[in-house]
């Protein structure tokens, strides 16, 4: 595809309850991204993969909150018992991977999170 | 640790007018800066970066930022506002030691009065 995708668009889900959020990046980017963004504020950082492997999942924050990139492509974002503070919107950022300054983060539209 | 600050969640211009969204950023080490600019329910357009080149940097849609280290700031501007201008924008810093996580200022919300 020309772009970041993700899906679904929009999960509504019951506190408690566990969720998988897809991000698809560009084709060729080795670098993808995670962000979450509540409402009125800017997206914060979550987890970085360079390839398979997450090279900063500092942003995490806790351990309901996991996520996979097993062939180095698709990611899966995972939140397990999920509570009501979770809802947001979930942002996918994909890159070439290339050091300095000609990498750019290219957005998906994100999954928007609802958490009942 | 670094960090942006943007001053005025909420900017309003008449058409035509000028557009200026203030971005002030605080780095231990020289950065990389960003705008972007979201549209509802749509996802982060990169309208512009700053990687140490030239300090005016011209972006998409006829927007620019400058560069002043000795205020710490990214303003990004625009001479005359359209109505297809009004959107959030998001200032954003990176290190630019590599492939790292982008921190995001709080946004602006540009409304374009006709």
């Known amino acids: 595809g020309a772009g970041v995708s993700q899906t679904p668009s929009n999960k509504v889900t019951e506190k408690g309850k566990y969720v998988e959020l897809r991000c698809d990046p560009i084709s060729g980017h080795t670098a993808l991204y995670w962000y979450r963004q509540s409402l009125g504020q800017g997206p914060e950082f979550l987890i970085y993969?360079?390839?398979?492997?997450?090279?900063?999942d500092s942003g995490l924050p806790n351990d309901r909150f996991f996520a996979v990139r097993p062939e180095g492509s698709v990611s899966t974002l995972k939140i397990q018992r999920t509570e009501r503070g979770d809802s947001a919107v979930y942002l996918c950022?994909?890159?070439?991977?290339?050091?300095?300054?000609?990498?750019?983060?290219?957005f998906g539209p994100g999954t928007r999170l609802t958490v009942l | 640790a670094q960090s942006v600050t943007q001053l005025g969640s909420h900017v309003s211009v008449s058409e035509g007018a000028l557009v200026l969204l203030r971005c002030n950023y605080s780095s231990s080490v020289p950065p990389y800066l960003f705008w972007y600019v979201q549209y509802p329910n749509q996802g982060l357009q990169l309208l512009l970066k700053?990687?140490?080149?030239?300090?005016l940097v011209k972006g998409i849609n006829g927007f620019e930022a400058e560069f002043k280290k000795s205020e710490t700031s990214f303003h990004l501007t625009k001479p005359s506002a359209h109505m297809s201008d009004a959107a959030e924008y998001f200032c954003a810093v990176r290190s630019n030691f590599g492939n790292e996580k982008l921190t995001f200022g709080t946004g602006t919300r540009l409304t374009i009065i006709p």
């Open positions: 993969f360079q390839g398979t492997g997450a090279a900063d």
């Open positions: 950022a994909s890159s070439r991977g290339v050091a300095g300054a000609k990498d750019t983060q290219y």
């Open positions: 700053y990687t140490s080149a030239a300090t």
